[in-house]
């Protein structure tokens, strides 16, 4: 006997997903959960408000869409640049790890840019999608900085430092660059790639077309990534979700607030003293906003 009642008569996620599992799953043709992962990957966002991806931002959102009782899937909405390695793999482990506790199909949808980090990402789905004008790829590890040895003498500066340990003050900005910490840097970088390159071909495997050039840090756009295996469609979240899950609802799962956040009143402004920042913090705030710029920058964004 079929339970499933007309469309016409299937109760909104807000009341099911409040039902009991078995009761719920009678009621409604259940909810894909939906989330969002937007911004550079890092460890945290520093004194200036900024979106970033890191377990600790995602761990709340992911942990409520895959436990949404009566969900049938989850959908990742990836658009990043990329950022810390290790921030991505945590994410990325978190994911997957989820995925098997619970039992559910993940998806993911690659936005203006699933890039570097951000295709590390979309890799925890069990199937990616783009849109054809969409940045994907970038398989590879970009390392930077400054060499400020001439600003300081210029200004008069002296330099102090004392280390135990012939390799603690490598690539220090202040000093001049060392082509031996060059090499180990490179060193560094080329073990990343390879950690990269085993993960995309663990979640890959025989999609890829690994007869082009796929792990140089190349990207491509979303039609070009279809040909090479990168991902699996073409498609939008509305249009894809319709398709595969015909008669479930599309429900943004959000990361959980702070509590002066969640009443309307800014994390800083709202705290006495900190209504303005320090102009220590606000240099390092104008660092990371420029950090930030020069890495969407990489794709024209």
Same mark, same amino acid.
């Given at each position: 006997?079929?339970?499933?009642?007309?469309?016409?008569?299937?109760?909104?996620?807000?009341? #099911?997903?409040?039902?009991?599992?078995?009761?719920?799953?009678? /009621?409604?043709?259940? $909810?894909? !959960?939906?989330?969002?992962?937007?911004?550079?990957?890092?460890?945290? #966002? *520093?004194?200036?408000?900024?979106? /970033?991806?890191?377990?600790? !931002?995602?761990? !709340?959102?992911?942990?409520?869409?895959?436990?949404? %009782?009566?969900?049938?899937?989850?959908?990742?909405?990836?658009?990043?640049?990329?950022?810390?390695?290790?921030?991505?793999?945590?994410?990325?482990?978190?994911?997957?790890?989820?995925?098997?506790?619970?039992?559910?199909?993940?998806?993911?949808?690659?936005?203006?840019?699933?890039?570097?980090? *951000?295709?590390?990402?979309?890799?925890?789905?069990? %199937?990616?999608?783009?849109?054809? $004008? #969409?940045? /994907?790829?970038?398989?590879?590890?970009? #390392?930077?900085?400054?060499?400020?040895? *001439?600003?300081? %003498?210029?200004?008069?500066?002296?330099?102090?430092?004392?280390?135990? *340990?012939?390799?603690?003050?490598?690539?220090?900005?202040?000093?001049?660059?060392?082509?031996?910490? /060059?090499?180990?840097?490179?060193?560094?970088?080329?073990?990343?790639?390879?950690?990269?390159?085993?993960?995309?071909?663990?979640?890959?495997?025989?999609?890829?077309?690994?007869?082009?050039?796929?792990?140089?840090? %190349?990207?491509?756009?979303?039609?070009?990534?279809?040909?090479?295996?990168?991902?699996?469609?073409?498609?939008?979240?509305?249009?894809?979700?319709?398709?595969?899950?015909?008669?479930?609802?599309?429900?943004?799962?959000?990361?959980?607030?702070?509590?002066?956040?969640?009443?309307?009143?800014?994390?800083?402004?709202?705290?006495?003293?900190?209504?303005?920042?320090?102009?220590?913090?606000?240099?390092?705030?104008a660092l990371e906003y420029?950090?930030?710029?020069?890495?969407?920058?990489?794709f024209g964004l």
């Amino acid at each position: 006997m079929d339970l499933r009642l007309p469309s016409a008569l299937k109760l909104p996620p807000a009341v #099911s997903s409040v039902l009991p599992g078995a009761l719920a799953s009678r /009621v409604s043709g259940g $909810t894909v !959960s939906v989330v969002r992962l937007n911004g550079v990957i890092a460890s945290a #966002s *520093g004194p200036v408000p900024r979106a /970033v991806i890191n377990l600790q !931002s995602v761990e !709340s959102a992911l942990t409520r869409a895959f436990e949404a %009782e009566n969900a049938v899937a989850v959908a990742l909405v990836v658009n990043s640049p990329g950022g810390s390695p290790t921030q991505s793999q945590l994410v990325a482990d978190r994911i997957r790890g989820l995925a098997a506790e619970h039992e559910l199909p993940v998806l993911a949808f690659c936005e203006d840019v699933a890039a570097s980090g *951000g295709y590390w990402l979309a890799c925890a789905a069990d %199937e990616i999608y783009a849109c054809p $004008t #969409s940045l /994907v790829g970038s398989i590879g590890v970009v #390392s930077g900085g400054f060499g400020l040895t *001439g600003l300081i %003498e210029r200004f008069g500066i002296e330099r102090r430092l004392h280390t135990a *340990g012939a390799n603690k003050a490598r690539l220090d900005p202040f000093q001049p660059e060392k082509p031996e910490d /060059v090499e180990w840097l490179l060193g560094m970088q080329a073990e990343l790639h390879q950690l990269f390159i085993e993960w995309v071909r663990s979640r890959r495997g025989d999609a890829l077309d690994e007869s082009a050039d796929l792990f140089t840090g %190349e990207v491509w756009t979303g039609r070009r990534a279809l040909e090479l295996g990168l991902i699996d469609g073409i498609g939008t979240p509305r249009e894809v979700l319709k398709e595969r899950y015909p008669d479930a609802e599309a429900v943004a799962v959000e990361p959980r607030k702070p509590l002066l956040a969640r009443l309307g009143v800014g994390v800083l402004a709202g705290v006495p003293g900190l209504g303005a920042l320090d102009p220590a913090a606000a240099v390092v705030g104008a660092l990371e906003y420029l950090e930030d710029r020069a890495v969407w920058s990489r794709f024209g964004l």
